[in-house]
């Protein structure tokens, strides 16, 4: 254990999924090290949402400077330098070229020629939650507790009760990670049939999947991260694709059905829910294939599955 006042650097950038699926590595770093001062290097969109967490005295945002940037690297380097331990949890090819930036200080993750490497060939066939834990355990932390989330919490919306919360979306870029959205509006139209207004999240760029969804709510573009949390813990259940929002409504504790193509591996990226619990996933090769009465009948499992 670093000794009490270090000074500790965590290093997480990633998208809102990867950051989620951190909360409980963050948790457990801050436990093993109560009394130190803790920095988190993120990117822009979760610099805010770290700064109300519990785990971090300070947070720095990362620019992600281009190599060829030599007064952005000279901010890097600066960000970087003077920790007497750092947690580097992206382990990302550019993350490990940090590792040289700022002095190779004692350093968890994968970097070549650091203190604590995580030496586990298979790392890459991991869950990122079992990656991580391993990585710290490697790093001397044997305590993980629970990531308390009382603290994340945003606005609340006039919303009829009960809900139920659908995320159509996913990266623009990985359409093949989209359930269509007539598959959406036909679950929505089965939800309602059974007492549950269905409400549809995403950016605002994904109006126009909310506007394919007649009779559900529409809160495309209207929310913050924790107001996701809000929604999440009152909604009595949630069905989406994998993207960023389902992790964080998973990671609150809401029965979830969670949509997988053959794009991405729930084995290795899935959310988890509170204590590192599943939730419910459906996967096929391609979700287009995907009949919405497999879906429908997915959602007793779920609710199931949360209140065991």
Known sequence: MAKPGSRILVIRLG??????LSFAAFAAIR???PEARITLLTTAPFADLARRAPWFDRVETD???DWWNLSG???LRRQLR???LVYD????VRSCRYFRLAGRPPWSGIARGCSLPHANSRRDFMHTLERQREQLAMAGIAGFPAPDLSWLAGRSFDLPTPYALLVPGAAPHRPA???PAPR???LARLLAERGLAPVVLGTGAEGALAAAIPGAIDLTGRTAIADLATLARGASLAVGNDTGPMHLIAAIGCPSVVLFSADSDPALTAPRGPGGGWPTVLRVPDLADLPVARVAAALPQALDSAAS
């Open 15 to 20: 998208a809102l999924g990867d950051f989620v």
């Open 63 to 65: 620019a992600r400077p």
């Open 73 to 75: 690297l000279v901010r």
């Open 31 to 33: 436990a093993h090290h």
């Open 82 to 84: 003077g920790f007497d």
């Open 89 to 92: 949890l992206q382990t990302s």
């Open 177 to 179: 990670k989209r359930w």
């Open 184 to 186: 959406y509006a036909e």
